[in-house]
């Protein structure tokens, strides 16, 4: 039967090291399925796809029909875990141009994120191109007090409300965020916004699959259900204690293997553009949980071929601190063969009647060889196809390794205290109430 595939045979990482890691690997399975390690107050997203809110659920596909039906342009409105998900989500299943499509093969509306920067040009170039599109607004916080969305909401409410009018522009507005805390979901019940929540013990980069996804998700048409039932087979599929027959825990236990052998950088790489957003999520995921107490695997990533032309000479022969993870695709729907030409001036003459699927397919393994060669170690993630099941699956896949591998680590996977620094100097830089004193200082070092 078809499955999700982990190949590990190309690591150099030995059989004898890989049972040496059992006894830990068998402590840490214990630590999150019996909730007793550190950031236990975070391990919602373990069964959510099994007992997730079936209610909310359904008022979430209808809010997806009516933002269908009634507006042109969705934008969604978060940072990291509240924006790359759905990113990652939309990109991997839908049209490689998706925004571009006409409305009659598209039959959904554009999506636009903001909120995930603070530059004045995109967010003037954004009201721009909905200027003459009927839109609706998702914002996505978990906090509610994050202050890049925050700003952008500020910016887009007003804006919504002068081209419809306060009741009817909160109509067009959806909020996802806590059931309870933080600003936004006070204005939320002030304004009669329709709202979603974010359980309290899912952590931001592991809520792709709750409504913080799954409603921009549903407004581009993708099969919210056959996501989750992905997911579902990969609680099942993942939860074994069996290190040879589980895929997910090979993987944790080998990059770990990796990181004790000095790699420290993990690219993960992949031959479908329609994955890049898959990676950005991935590298959140990654290095929010494990960069911490000096430690961690830096996540980096690739698209091929493309960055075989820039980024692929370092790959090959720059510093052997690396290793390679590739989603690989295996099946292509589309099969586009390459014709016979009689001149035959580009000398391509030989891959006439091959599909491009076929040449992509050997520029995989051709690289897999080359990199192993100049002492990169691969690891192949493999996924029959890309549809809602396994892309599901993949989601689920990386997030329970995540939480093997920082316990693995060491480390509490599930917290971000890192992420505080940038944040108090920026608030002391731009005169917060609360923050003279570091703002003294700081602007002393700045000169
Ligand atoms: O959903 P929120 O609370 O706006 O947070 C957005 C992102 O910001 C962080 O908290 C980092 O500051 C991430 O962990 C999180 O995904």
């Given at each position: 039967m078809k499955n999700l595939y982990f190949d590990y045979s190309n690591s150099g990482v030995s059989q004898s090291d890989i049972e040496s890691m059992k006894k830990s690997l068998n402590t840490v399975h214990n630590m999150l399925h019996y909730k007793t390690g550190s950031g236990n107050e975070f391990l919602g997203w373990l069964d959510y796809p099994v007992n997730y809110d079936e209610e909310e659920?359904?008022?979430?596909?209808?809010?997806?029909?009516?933002?269908?039906?009634?507006?042109?342009?969705?934008?969604?409105?978060?940072?990291?875990?509240?924006?790359?998900?759905?990113?990652?989500?939309?990109?991997?299943?839908?049209?490689?141009?998706?925004?571009?499509?006409?409305?009659?093969?598209?039959?959904?509306?554009?999506?636009?994120?903001?909120?995930?920067?603070?530059?004045?040009?995109?967010?003037?170039?954004?009201?721009?191109?909905?200027?003459?599109?009927?839109?609706?607004?998702?914002?996505?916080?978990?906090?509610?007090?994050?202050?890049?969305?925050?700003?952008?909401?500020?910016?887009?409410?007003?804006?919504?409300?002068?081209?419809?009018?306060?009741?009817?522009?909160?109509?067009?507005?959806?909020?996802?965020?806590?059931?309870?805390k933080g600003a936004l979901k006070k204005l939320a019940e002030d304004e009669g916004y329709e709202t979603f929540t974010i359980p309290d013990d899912i952590g931001g980069r592991f809520s792709v699959l709750t409504p913080v996804g799954l409603l921009p998700v549903a407004v581009c048409g993708i099969d919210v259900d056959r996501l989750m039932d992905g997911a579902k087979s990969g609680r099942e599929e993942y939860s074994l204690i069996d290190l040879d027959k589980n895929y997910c825990y090979q993987y944790a236990v080998i990059r770990n293997l990796l990181y004790n052998s000095s790699k420290s950088i993990e690219i993960l790489a992949s031959y479908e553009p329609s994955m890049r957003y898959t990676a950005e999520w991935w590298k959140q995921l990654y290095g929010e949980s494990e960069g911490k107490e000096g430690k961690g695997i830096f996540p980096a990533s690739v698209d091929f071929s493309a960055d075989l032309h820039s980024l692929g000479q370092y790959i090959q022969d720059g510093r052997r601190d690396l290793f390679e993870t590739v989603i690989n695709i295996e099946g292509v729907a589309e099969r586009l063969e390459i014709k016979r030409q009689e001149s035959d001036l580009d000398g391509l003459n030989y891959l006439a009647g091959d599909t491009l699927g076929y040449v992509n397919r050997k520029a995989f393994e051709g690289t897999v060889l080359a990199h192993v060669d100049g002492g990169v170690p691969n690891l192949i993630i493999s996924i029959p196809e890309i549809n809602e099941f396994y892309y599901g699956k993949l989601i689920y896949f990386f997030q329970k390794a995540c939480g093997i591998s920082g316990y693995l680590l060491g480390v509490n996977p599930f917290d971000q205290p890192g992420v505080e620094a940038y944040k108090n100097n920026m608030f002391a830089l731009l005169g917060k109430p609360g923050y003279e004193e570091l703002r003294r200082k700081l602007e002393k070092r700045l000169g």
């Open positions: 659920f359904q008022r979430l596909k209808k809010s997806a029909e009516k933002i269908r039906k009634d507006s042109d342009a969705l934008i969604v409105i978060g940072i990291g875990g509240s924006y790359l998900g759905a990113r990652a989500v939309i990109e991997a299943l839908s049209h490689s141009f998706y925004n571009q499509l006409p409305k009659s093969k598209r039959n959904s509306p554009e999506i636009y994120f903001a909120g995930n920067n603070i530059s004045s040009r995109y967010m003037k170039d954004l009201l721009e191109i909905v200027e003459d599109k009927d839109i609706s607004i998702n914002v996505i916080s978990k906090s509610g007090t994050t202050t890049e969305p925050a700003i952008a909401f500020r910016i887009l409410k007003e804006y919504m409300e002068k081209r419809y009018g306060k009741e009817q522009a909160a109509k067009r507005i959806y909020v996802t965020t806590d059931k309870e």
